[in-house]
């Protein structure tokens, strides 16, 4: 298999001096589903980030498809954003609008501003939205204002939002963690589809780990912003389930 | 707790702050306080060889008080648990510091309570009074005339003013403009440049502006534009800087441009703020040309100040109503609208 993304080394302070990620490296191979675990305030979201550069690695070096990322700017930079999609725990849908358009903003990166900003997508783009919300099943909701839907039929707009993207890669921080469980694996499950019939690399956080058991083909933990475990779903351990998340955790299931 | 630095400073800081009320005690005590009491009137022209001897020594007093632990400047800067005669020396330096100043504020606005109550006096109020509880309905058609052009004038100043606020916030808005240095720095000077503006009050733009263009509403318009500028981008602002970050991150994710990530994903949470700001502005700019007619600017500011100068007080009741029903009127179609837009 050919190794998609390569993070080495990679360090990230924050400009208030908070080392959020320390000398973090792992590889994932195209077509992995690879979740990455850890206790809140562990880096997760901050290792996320830096993978589709929304923040730049102060240390390290971040390579996607065999180019080197880390320090890209201007166009370079966005080219690199487009070809990841990005889904959130709080969706971050533009709620006023409807859910059509919200799938259309996935194409912001290749429309001229002004064109984008005139509100002028085209007949492919609009009829391409609607195939993407379609394999979410929320065609029949395309007109409703985004604010109008569940938790859950939000976070599959925003899933539909970052295929419009056509992306190698889908990067999702803890994309269930504020639904409840039946949704969670309803959301999972669309997850799993990009993953097994799109064939596109997911990265993903998530904090169960009956889940992760579930959806895992491999994965890192991160503890204190270090790369403490890397492995197989099945490795995790009661002993390293307790080096990961201390001492005092217990596991909860979700089923 | 602090740094030494921090220590330094506000060390620095307090024997300043001692100084300065020392002065300020002296000063009020020997020019203001001490001749209004024995003659009558504060003391004029410039400072005596007396006031610079009691400023000094009224600075030096504190200074010194304040080494010994008893200045204010120390307890309003570090609020140190004190207790002794420094806690009573200093609750009394404070005391003494703000008393003085209000039997100076009572020289300075020639309090007169006896003018108030004075035979005389009376007689005036029920002139006044009178007059305006029977207001001239002749001229009704006329003051109406001028409250229209008001309105009229309060709605082109905020129309106009709109879209320059609407641009220039986005320079203002703190989140959107600290990720580079040469960002910083305009926003840094647009909030400069803003503050100020609006620290100069919409009369003194109109007696600016009726000199450039002229006495009458075009004057008064332009100051209100002036004014409504700089308040509406700082209102705009501090919505944008409000905005929830999410979607920011969520568009600019998807590769958009800078532009794209603020149309797309800060002007959608903005825009009904926004416009119930507006709609509040318009209503204070009616208020605000009522009074701008006053200097010159037009409409029924400048009736109502005609026909006072002529002591024709029937009109002036006449004029007082309209504008008390008016501003009324705004005021509760205003609120209505802001509330159904929430
Ligand atoms: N902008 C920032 N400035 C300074 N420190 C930050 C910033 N963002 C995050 N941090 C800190 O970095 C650390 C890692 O944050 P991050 O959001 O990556 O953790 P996480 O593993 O995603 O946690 P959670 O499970 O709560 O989302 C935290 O301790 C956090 O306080
Ligand atoms: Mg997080």
Known sequence: MDTLVSVRNLSLTYPNGYRALKDVSFDVQAGEFLVVIGLSGSGKSTLMRTINRLLEPTDGQVMVGGQDVTHVAGEALRHHRRSIGMIFQQFNLIKRHSVLHNVLYGALGEMPAWQSMAGRFSKEQVDEAMRCLEVVGIADRCHHRADALSGGQQQRVAIARALMQRPKILLADEPVASLDPATSHSVMRYLEVLNKEYGTTVICNLHFLSLVRQYASRVVALKGGAKVFEGMPEEIT????????GDEAVEVEIR | MSTPRQRLFSAIGGVAIDALAGAYAGLILVR???????????????LSVEECIAMALGTAGCVLLGLFGAGIGRSLLERPQRSGWQAVVTANIGWFVFALTVVAGWVYARIDPSALFSAQGLQGAGRIFSALLSPEFDIIGEALRAMVETIYLAFMATFIAVPFSFAISFFCARNLMNDAPHRRAIYVFLRFLTNFSRSIEPLIWAIVFSVWVGIGPFAGMLALVVHTIASLTKQYAEQIEDVDHGPMEAIAATGARRSQVIWFSVVPQCVIPFLSFTIYRWDINVRMATIIGLVG??????????????????????????????????????????????
């Open chain 1, 238 to 245: 009661e002993e390293w389930f307790r080096a990961i998340y």
């Open chain 2, 32 to 46: 203001v306080v001490v001749p209004s009491v024995l003659y009558g009137a504060e003391g004029t022209g410039p």
């Open chain 2, 297 to 342: 600017g037009g409409g029924i500011g400048n009736m109502l100040i005609q026909y006072q100068g002529l002591a024709r007080w029937n009109e002036v009741g006449m004029i007082v109503i309209i504008i008390a029903i008016v501003v009324w009127i705004m005021d509760v179609v205003s609120a209505r609208v802001r509330e159904a837009l929430k």
